[in-house]
């Protein structure tokens, strides 16, 4: 993955990687002096290491398809990356759902203290199918940088509603999914598309990972046709779902779910759905990570466009910084999809005023930030 250097020449070659954070640079270098290749990502603190997992892109047109699979830096400071190859790779067999040319999407890794594995979830879609499989697929690995293994890509939830859908909103989602007079929205509010895939299991777009302070670890992701985003308990060894699971922020159409906690309050951070192109992000907070949500808005300060693109970027990830109290930093993709290959970076330090966050736009900084 070295790129242009070989092993001998590795060792010796001048380091280049970035010593500050450069938003929206149109390289950001790791310590093979190589663009970070690692879109859609999240990180995963161990010790006093970061480890950035992301979509690995090619160039051209396939170039958001995975060809290679979910690419694995290291860093300690959050500047210098090392490259660690590929975690999950694409398997060669046609017959796997995972076979090279499939769609994965915001790999995100966590650690399972009773089974000593690190897990990793992330947005899979089938070969030549689009966007309409929208499954949530599984990875485990013994070291955190892998080699993964691949355990399967699911709907999530058949047979189960969330717990704060009534059965009187069931009763009424049931009957608006026959009203062919409403639209997707008026639709996914209600709740039709959960009626629609009951059976089959609900859909996983966007997704993201959180675990708590606890050991209780959760899957957040864009569902009901993107509509809805749904929050769901894992399962002791964090590879499945449970059926506590609830429907947050229903019909408000967010992706891109950022989810941290602060003190006692937790945290979100998304996009709206606009799917490459960049638009106005939002955030929201709650007491609980089932909620109750409550909007606040958009997080960006600046000048109009600023805040209709979000400098350009939408969320994917906040990093809670090591060794400093209450600071986060908002991850962010500048996607290129004429060129995948070519998408960068914005991230930026979270300000809270008022106790809510907010973004504003630095051409270059670093971790003093938050001193
Ligand atoms: C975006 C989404 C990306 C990707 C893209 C495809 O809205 O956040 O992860 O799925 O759509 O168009």
Known sequence: MAGLFSCNQKKTAPREAQKTIKPGAERWLDTDGQHINAHGGGIYIE??????????????????????????????NLTEWTNEGVALAVHGDTKSMLQKG??????????????????????????GKGYEAALAGVATADKVTGPYTYLTSRRLHPGV?????????????ATALKDTSLKRPELGRVGAYLVRDYEGGQMSRDMTLFKD?????????????????????????????????????????????????KDSTYYLISSGLTGWKPNPARSAKAPTIFGPWEELGNPVRGSEEDLKKTFRSQSTYVIPVLGKQNAFIFMGDRWAPKNP?????VWLPIKFEEENPTLRWLPEWDLSEFD
């Open 102 to 127: 499939s769609t994965i999407e915001r790999p995100k890794v966590i650690y399972n203290d009773k089974t000593g594995k690190y897990v990793m979830w992330f947005h899979h879609e089938l070969k």
């Open 213 to 261: 302070a606890d050991g209780t670890a959760y899957h957040i992701t864009a569902s009901e046709e993107n509509q809805t985003l749904h929050v769901s308990e894992l399962t002791d060894d964090f590879t499945k779902v449970t059926d506590n699971y609830v429907r947050i922020l229903p019909g408000k159409r967010n992706e891109a779910p950022a989810v941290f906690k």
């Open 341 to 345: 290959i070519d998408g960068t970076y």
């Open 161 to 173: 509603y969330p717990k704060n859908f009534t059965l009187e909103q069931q009763q009424l989602a």
């Open 47 to 76: 010790d006093d290491t970061y480890y950035w997992f992301g979509e690995h892109k090619i160039a051209g047109e396939e170039g958001n398809r995975a060809m290679v699979g979910v690419q694995v830096y290291s860093s300690k």
